[in-house]
């Protein structure tokens, strides 16, 4: 029996994916760069007829950067996190917008969730603690979500603490 069949045998206690959230969806910035091109193209062309013809390259930079900065925020938006507890392991696998991976397991058992908070934002930052090292984890999320998530994340190393208590269907 392999090290791959062994984990399918464990059941999974708590399993999420965290991405960052956009807010403006692919047909919200074709219409933004749409609305905002024309609008920098008339204002430029009005400095153009007045004689002030400088001004309206200018007015395609702005156009340019606002795409730029844009297209960089959707490819950021690639990057995600993986957070799995099973009764022997904690694993966190955290993948870059550029597609590398980094992985940590931990022993849930020696696993500790920590919080900052701030009284009047909430929870700022998740830290996953075993042996003196910390782990950051669900940046992504915003303060309410973190502490679902933490709530539900601290639920899952308790059960995998007390031990498996669940019947595996087959």
Partial sequence: MSSDNVDELEPTIFSAVITPHRSLGRTGFVLLMAAFGGISFIAGMLFLIDGAWPVFGFFGLDVALLYWAFRLNYRHA????????????????????????????????????????HEEFGIERLLLVSRGKHLVIANFLSPGEKASFAQELGAALNEAKRGVTRTVLE
Wanted: no cysteine; proline share 5%.
């Fill in 78 to 117: 690639d990057a995600y996190e993986e957070v799995k507890v099973t009764p022997s392991a904690l694993t966190v696998r955290k993948v870059s917008h550029r597609g590398q991976q980094r992985e940590w397991v931990l022993n849930p058992l020696w696993v500790r969730l920590d919080k900052v908070s």
